[in-house]
């Protein structure tokens, strides 16, 4: 069963920094390209982030130069580093796996916010 599990979320200030982390199992990890993806109520979801198997990464204009995806191929896991967190980035963040097949987690809420 495959399970992709999220952390760190919560709430901070405005120009405060958090990590995300995101464990996965049940998953060949090192062959998935995984992402970070975000929503607020009545919006798309979008990709804030992704990192390819060889470590690759990719960023929407929204969080470049603010936020640092990365990935431990030893522990299965995935880190979204956000620094400089403006009220805007206020949403449900997906961990998010993608090879042959697109798997996602629960989400876990993001709050920027004085």
């Known amino acids: 069963q495959v399970q992709l599990v999220e952390s760190g979320g919560g709430l901070v200030q405005p120009g405060g920094s958090q990590r995300l982390s995101c464990v996965a199992s049940?998953?060949?990890?090192?062959?998935?390209?995984m992402g970070w993806s975000r929503q607020v109520p009545g919006k798309q979801r979008e990709l804030v982030a992704s990192i390819t198997s060889g470590s690759s990464t990719n960023y929407a204009l929204s969080v470049k130069g603010r936020f640092t995806i990365s990935r431990d191929n030893d522990k299965n896991t995935v880190y979204l580093q956000m620094d400089n967190l403006k009220p805007e980035d206020t949403a449900v963040y997906y961990c998010?796996?993608?090879?042959?097949?697109?798997?996602w987690g629960q989400g876990i809420q993001v709050t920027v916010s004085s």
């Open positions: 049940g998953i060949t990890f090192h062959r998935y390209v």
């Open positions: 998010n796996a993608k090879w042959l097949q697109d798997y």
